[in-house]
């Protein structure tokens, strides 16, 4: 009994590694195509309007609605403390930090990431890929450096765009409907928000989120079965894989830059 568990665990260590090996490999070999797509750069723009120009929506509008929920529980919280003239300095700060970029890459994942899989796994199972190798072009560099690439520019911008719209959405409810002093809600938010220490921080990790949520995305549908079953079983692993990548590199992110 305790051999045949000794043996199935190592059996799964064994695959697991094997698995790392081979993303590692795949993202080496992509980075290394992709150094001459500058000759391109049509290839990247077209994907990052594919990406960025379609999360917009629900990106704008989901920052929007966060933006509202904070107001509403920020003030109700600050206001047990006489500190209502603080909101906008918590709705910035939780939105640049924390809240912008995190919810951003957790949409991004189950909207962009899910069809750049899902095209990917078709375009194999459909034997496109095999038909660009076959004419001695490089599916690496043709069909997944440009979408790495334009996955890992668009993120920081979908990001931004998420805190902007969150912050107005905050305003709305804050100083337009509860009746925060509007100065106060301005000039707290623009004394308290460091351009390095909160917006930088948070534009280094929607990139590093973007860098990490485009290559599963990429990789698991590089790496689909060539079925409709399998196809979908990658674009789920994308969801699950990219989400919990996300959130553990926050925690990670967090610990090393708010010491």
Same mark, same amino acid.
């Given at each position: 009994?305790?051999?045949?568990?000794?043996?199935?665990?190592?059996?799964?260590?064994?695959?697991?590694?094997?698995?790392?090996?081979?993303?590692?490999?795949?993202?080496?070999?992509? &980075?290394?195509?992709?150094?001459?797509?500058?000759?391109? !750069?049509?290839l990247?723009?077209?994907?990052?309007?594919?990406? %960025?120009?379609?999360?917009?929506?629900?990106i704008?509008?989901? =920052?929007?609605?966060?933006?509202?929920?904070?107001? +509403?529980?920020? +003030?109700?919280?600050?206001?047990?403390? %006489?500190?209502?003239?603080?909101?906008?300095?918590?709705?910035?700060l939780?939105?640049?930090?924390?809240?912008?970029?995190?919810?951003?890459a957790?949409? /991004?994942? =189950?909207?962009?990431?899910?069809?750049?899989?899902?095209?990917?796994g078709?375009?194999?199972?459909?034997?496109?890929?095999?038909?660009?190798?076959?004419?001695?072009?490089?599916?690496?560099?043709?069909? &997944?450096?440009?979408? /790495?690439?334009? %996955?890992?520019?668009?993120? !920081?911008?979908?990001?931004?765009?998420?805190?902007?719209?969150?912050?107005? =959405?905050? +305003?709305?409810?804050?100083?337009?409907?509860? %009746?925060? *002093?509007?100065?106060?809600?301005?000039?707290?938010?623009?004394?308290?928000? *460091?351009?390095?220490? *909160?917006?930088?921080?948070?534009?280094?990790?929607?990139?590093?989120?973007? /860098?990490?949520?485009?290559?599963?995305?990429?990789?698991?549908? +590089?790496?689909a079965?060539? #079925?409709?079953?399998?196809?979908?079983?990658?674009t #789920?692993?994308?969801?699950?894989l990219?989400?919990?990548?996300?959130?553990?590199? *926050?925690?990670?992110?967090?610990?090393?830059?708010?010491?």
């Amino acid at each position: 009994m305790i051999h045949k568990l000794i043996s199935q665990l190592g059996h799964g260590v064994r695959v697991w590694l094997a698995e790392l090996g081979l993303a590692f490999r795949t993202l080496w070999a992509i &980075l290394a195509s992709g150094l001459g797509l500058w000759k391109r !750069p049509r290839l990247i723009t077209t994907q990052i309007h594919f990406i %960025g120009n379609y999360s917009l929506v629900i990106i704008l509008v989901s =920052g929007l609605f966060v933006g509202f929920v904070l107001a +509403y529980q920020g +003030y109700y919280t600050l206001n047990r403390y %006489g500190s209502e003239e603080a909101l906008g300095l918590l709705v910035a700060l939780s939105l640049a930090r924390e809240l912008g970029p995190v919810i951003t890459a957790l949409l /991004f994942a =189950g909207r962009a990431g899910t069809s750049l899989t899902a095209e990917i796994g078709l375009m194999k199972a459909g034997e496109q890929l095999a038909a660009m190798e076959m004419m001695a072009v490089n599916p690496l560099q043709r069909v &997944l450096a440009p979408r /790495f690439i334009a %996955g890992i520019i668009a993120m !920081p911008i979908l990001a931004t765009l998420f805190t902007a719209m969150g912050v107005f =959405g905050g +305003y709305l409810v804050g100083v337009q409907l509860i %009746g925060v *002093d509007e100065g106060a809600f301005w000039s707290q938010m623009q004394g308290g928000v *460091d351009l390095w220490e *909160d917006i930088g921080n948070g534009i280094i990790k929607s990139i590093v989120f973007g /860098f990490a949520a485009t290559f599963i995305a990429i990789y698991q549908g +590089y790496q689909a079965q060539p #079925t409709p079953e399998g196809v979908s079983r990658a674009t #789920t692993r994308t969801v699950v894989l990219s989400s919990l990548m996300v959130l553990w590199l *926050d925690f990670v992110l967090t610990a090393l830059m708010f010491k």
